[in-house]
């Protein structure tokens, strides 16, 4: 029996606030050790395998470095094309045949429930790395880990959630998660990019307080924290569509000067080209280290759907 209710890590919103409160403890614990240089077994004997069937640089690697840094082992399958998948073989039997290989699975994919499909058809831990425009729950642990490195407390803050915000999995999931924190939400993006209506329906059923705005000068005015995405190429049928959106909201450097000076800029990162490379010397450019927290928190998720935290 594990510490969480459920075994596998599907959705943001499948934990309760106590549950939130383990995970972050934990990766705080893990960090620590980290940071001390202290080698852990924590993991040892047990086999994580990761698949991954959209391209991906930080979740991958930073599940598998949490993994070895454990004390595990690791098997990977990098793209759907290198995999059986690619014969027409479905994700359920990939999903059984992986079962007899490894302990913990750790899965992206195009399709929105593909994660919870592999959870269905197995009793091994399940942990979704994104499902296509669905969620990324691991992802919105690490923002809000790295949120309360940067602001110590998230209680109180307005966080802004800007650019491809219809596509972009994290916001979907991150909106999800803070809901559970006495926040305000400006959801920033083109008209054509709104946050999903579901999600904007029940953060406010929350008692959260949302605006939405067309305007990234709005958002960065407001914001303790500015959290960008990038325009999601990879999810419009339309190409022209794609070329028509792609430069609308881009930070730079001189738009920060109406800034909190607290102000704090997230982004889960790859960046194209919304967030001009002079914002990174920034003191509150923090997605780098955002994407340094993914080692912690993953090393307490592993352990905890393991039973070995
Ligand atoms: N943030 C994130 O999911 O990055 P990758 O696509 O590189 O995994």
């Known amino acids: 029996m594990t510490k969480l209710r459920s075994g596998d890590v599907l959705r943001s919103d499948q934990f309760t606030k106590e549950e939130i409160d383990l995970i972050i403890e934990t990766a705080r614990q893990y960090e620590a050790t980290l940071d001390a240089g202290e080698v852990l077994d924590t993991m040892r004997g047990l086999v994580l395998v990761t698949l991954f ?3 991906s640089t930080r979740t991958r690697l930073s599940f598998e470095a949490a993994m070895l840094r454990l004390g595990g082992g690791v098997i990977t399958v990098a793209e759907a094309k290198s995999s059986s998948a690619a014969k027409g073989e479905s994700l359920h039997d990939t999903i059984k045949t992986v079962e007899g290989y490894a302990d913990v699975i750790v ?18 831990p399940v942990l979704n790395a994104g499902d296509g425009a669905g969620q990324h729950p691991t992802q919105s642990l690490l923002d809000l880990y790295t949120i309360l490195k940067e602001h110590e407390n998230v209680d109180g803050l307005t966080l802004a959630l800007t650019g491809d915000i219809k596509n972009a999995s994290t ?10 924190y006495d926040v305000e939400f400006v959801f920033a993006a083109p008209d054509a990019l709104r946050m999903p ?8 059923a ?8 067309t305007d990234l000068a709005t958002a960065i005015r407001k914001a303790d924290v500015l959290y960008m995405t990038r325009i999601q190429r990879e999810r419009f049928e339309d190409p022209d569509e794609y070329e028509s959106l792609k430069d609308a909201f881009i930070l730079r450097r001189e738009m920060l000067f109406d800034a909190k000076s607290n102000l704090t800029l997230m982004h889960p990162l790859p960046r194209v080209n919304e967030i001009v490379t002079d914002v990174d010397d920034y003191p509150g450019a923090a997605y780098f280290r955002q994407s340094a927290n993914g080692v912690p928190i993953r090393m307490a998720l592993l352990a905890l759907v393991t039973d070995r935290a």
């Open 53 to 55: 069937y959209e391209p």
């Open 107 to 124: 899965l992206r994919h195009p399709q929105i429930g593909a994660a919870k499909e592999a959870a269905d058809a197995t009793n091994l």
């Open 171 to 180: 916001v979907h999931s991150l909106a999800l998660l803070l809901s559970n």
């Open 197 to 204: 209506t579901e999600i904007v329906d029940r953060v406010r």
């Open 206 to 213: 929350a008692g959260i307080k949302v605006t939405e705005s």
